[in-house]
């Protein structure tokens, strides 16, 4: 027969220990956030039904979207064990200048409309992480006041060619002229792509208080009054509209794009050129022929054109095509440290993260990005080790395979 006592007070005192009790909100809230995904049900939670809708939305049945992500769940790692991985170093160099982790935030659009913070908040957690960020010619805060929010951070700017060539070659300038290093031409939006829970929701820039919004707005109050208690929100690069993100594009951009405007952007900007949008090999070796410095495979979060290719899954042609004439970036799918392991491994030379690191904002502010840099790196240290890998460059695509 089992024998019972009384536990001696020294014996509850090693079981009973309560975590120490955060008073603020947010930062409880950030605390339980463990992954990404983690991240995206608080930000869900948190933020108007349109605008959450916006961010984790794609285009038409967002075929695209979850093809990248489920292409990226099919990576099988191959670890090599008794390597020595106390220290690992997660740097590396993208267009020549080192940075702390193998990815950078990527341009998004309308992002004070996430949380009023914004796009000052984002540079100033890329800034602290040693990370490149890439300002939106659709963002909400300007070229400028972005340099001075974040003067340390390793700067960039996205264009969209415009109609008017005079408006985007003047962006060029103040981006040149603010610090930025870096321009990423977006190519693969001549016409907006066909986004539809936007148009159920109705979403308008800025977001209208209609019966509807107010009815969603009374379940996110702290978002609206963020929103009407702050700076009106306004672009980078526009004074103002007043319609929806489609009206928006199919009025300003301009659908004759050919392969003179890379020219004429090659031509007129001095600092390092990305394209942004490749999606096939051909076009990848004819922009590297172009000028550029790295191609950026993308297929805007699946955004633009629905069952497009899948960048991870096109990353080994197009790497063979440019042959180490520029560098080969990737984006869409990635919500882990290990999705960026294995892209890396893959051989892209960078990462993009865009929907990650907006969760966090829409979660918590800048301390919800600071977060997303915390589960990231935390991921990719720990997929590293695993792996039996102490340097970023030392992965290699044996490391992971597509099944």
């Not at 949380?115 to 890439?134: C, L």
């Not at 690069?237 to 929806?244: N, P």
């Not at 928006?248 to 090659?266: A, C, H, K, Q």
Request: aromatic share 6%.
């Amino acid at each position: 027969m089992t024998q019972r006592r009384l536990p001696r007070p020294s014996e509850l005192k090693q079981i009973l220990r309560p975590k120490p009790i955060k008073l603020n909100p947010t930062e409880r809230r950030l605390a339980a956030a463990n992954t990404i995904d983690d991240l995206r049900m608080i930000a869900r939670k948190r933020s108007p039904r349109a605008v959450f809708d916006y961010t984790d939305g794609a285009a038409e049945l967002e075929d695209s979207l979850r093809r990248a992500r489920q292409t990226f769940r099919g990576i099988e790692f191959h670890p090599n064990v008794l390597r020595g991985v106390s220290e690992v170093d997660t740097s590396t160099e993208i267009l020549g200048k080192r940075s702390e982790l193998p990815f950078a935030f990527a341009p998004t659009g309308f992002t004070r409309m996430m949380n009023h913070e914004g796009e000052r908040a984002v540079v100033r957690v890329a800034q602290d992480a040693g990370i490149p960020y890439a300002l939106s010619t659709m963002g909400t805060t300007s070229i400028e006041d972005v340099a001075a929010a974040g003067p340390g951070a390793r700067k960039w700017f996205q264009l969209y060619v415009w109609r008017d060539r005079a408006a985007g070659q003047d962006l060029m300038n103040r981006a040149w002229e603010s610090g930025y290093d870096t321009l990423l031409l977006t190519v693969d939006t001549p016409v907006a792509g066909a986004r539809m829970r936007d148009v159920r929701n109705g979403l308008s820039i800025p977001p209208a208080l209609t019966l509807r919004t107010f009815l969603d707005g009374a379940m996110h109050p702290a978002w609206w009054i963020n929103l009407l208690t702050t700076e009106p929100l306004t672009f980078a690069s526009l004074t103002s509209w007043g319609g929806t993100v489609a009206e928006l594009i199919n009025e300003m951009f301009d659908p004759t794009l050919d392969f003179g405007v890379l020219d004429w952007v090659r031509e007129s900007w001095p600092g390092k050129l990305v394209v942004k949008g490749i999606q096939n090999v051909d076009d990848a070796r004819d922009v590297v022929s172009r000028g550029a410095d790295a191609v950026l495979l993308s297929n805007h979060g699946g955004r633009q054109l629905d069952r497009a290719p899948t960048p991870l899954e096109l990353l080994p042609a197009t790497l063979d095509a440019v042959g180490g004439r520029a560098e080969v970036w990737l984006d869409t799918g990635i919500l882990s440290g290990g999705d960026i392991v294995a892209a890396m491994a893959r051989g892209a030379d960078a990462c993009l993260i865009g929907r990650a690191y907006l969760y966090g904002l829409m979660a918590g502010g800048e301390r919800g990005v600071r977060r997303t840099v915390e589960i990231l790196r935390a991921e990719i240290v720990r997929t590293m080790q695993l792996l039996g890998v102490r340097r970023i460059a030392d992965l290699r695509p044996t490391h992971a395979t597509l099944r």
